[in-house]
């Protein structure tokens, strides 16, 4: 489409295999700033292993990812953890808050390793725990919390410190439907407030409904350029 921005992040003919199986077998996107895309298809169809590769977490066995115009796929791990900090927000699938801090101090913790005063890193991290929903919950562990609320944290912690790119594997997994639609709506809001680019893995057409474009993954393949539905104000 002519008006679709210049991508951010761009994939090419990915493969990757897990030992003997294969995972990617020719996987393909361009994500552009501002722009949410939604990554579907039926399970072990390869979509947590393309964000992996992506955010340079899993290097593909053949293909290339770059990043505003830099591979990331051969870069030295120093500069992709520095890209991981500063310019990309992973939300993994499971688990990934620190048991021992507070929904709050677990969302504060990104700012403040990059610099911030504690009472400034905490005071907008309770600002994104109120955008996904989850204000009330700023005081309790990871183990008080529900998987929903678990995932709302999670989410704020990856956007906390303004990434260029959110790439976030089934972020409403755990949520129902009204709750997915929230958390949605909250991102396609921070897509369109920041400019990020959004990738959100997803089972779920009602949340794949949010993105401005599908791309499917079948067999590890990606079937790009299917139009998803909502038109969304900012
Ligand atoms: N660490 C691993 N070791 C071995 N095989 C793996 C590993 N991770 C993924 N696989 C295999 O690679 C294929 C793709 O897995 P992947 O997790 O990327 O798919 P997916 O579409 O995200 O699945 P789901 O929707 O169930 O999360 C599957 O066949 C899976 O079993």
Redesign the pocket.
Known sequence: MSNRPEPLVVARDLVKA??R?P?LRGAGLDLGAGEIVAVT??????????LHCLAGIASPDEGSVTYAGERVDTLPERRLSELRRTEFGVVF?FGQLIPELTALDNVALPLMLAGTARGAAQERAADWLERFGAGEQRGLRPGELSGGQAQRVALARALVTGPRVVLAD?PTGALDSLASEQVMAALVRTARETGAAVLV?T?DAQVAAYADREVR?QD?VTQDGVTAGLEVHA
């Open positions: 897990h030992g199986t995972a298809g039926p399970s072990g169809s390869g979509k947590s292993t393309l699938q089934e893995v089972h993954l590890g």
